[in-house]
């Protein structure tokens, strides 16, 4: 299972920006036990980016991928036959360890990105939000997809390398070349430990 250990995000960085705690949301995505080996690679730098980002002030937002009837499977349920994730099953559950507490935000969703068909959009614009970090699993699908359309939205997007993760390096890499060249600063928590504790 890939993710780039700390440091490593200088070789794939274009553009350089630190995110402005007070503009700023976190979001992990699809942290939950179906991806459970996947995510193992990352779980320290997601705790750790967690518990950054929260004695920074900035608002952490969960996503939960999963299906309650055929009517939502989309494409999904073509591109995954039987590798869905439904609803209600442990499967479906967050991960412990995760950093996540009663009060935070858990937004549904049934397709890659965590904008379409739900309040994400609406959430981050309340919050005063015009930026996101994009953390969880998995970086070429989710995480990806997310981080797209949050640019296309016009939120700054902020992508952690160490925080992130999917089945094999060559994806993860080939996600973070696209993304820093067109769509999202790169991250890693030594990067938003310099940038929020300063």
Known sequence: MATLPAGALSKYEIRRRDPDPAR???????MQLHFASVAAPALKALKSTV???RSAGIPVIYTRHLH??????????EWWPGDLIIDGSPS???????????T????QKHTYSAFFN????????????????????MTNLCCETTARDAFVRGFR???????????????????????SYGFAYLVDFKRLEAAFLS
């Open 24 to 30: 700023c949301t976190l979001l992990v995505i699809d």
């Open 51 to 53: 518990d950054l980002c």
């Open 68 to 77: 309650r009837d055929p009517s939502d499977n989309g494409m999904l349920g």
């Open 92 to 102: 479906s559950q967050l991960l412990d360890g995760i950093g996540r507490i009663s």
């Open 104 to 107: 935070d935000k858990i937004i």
């Open 118 to 137: 739900t309040d994400l959009d609406a959430i981050l614009h309340q919050l005063g939000s015009t930026e996101v970090i994009i953390t969880g699993v």
């Open 157 to 179: 997007v902020f992508f952690s390398t160490d925080a992130t993760a999917t089945c094999n390096d060559d994806l993860h890499e080939a996600s973070l070349k696209n993304l």
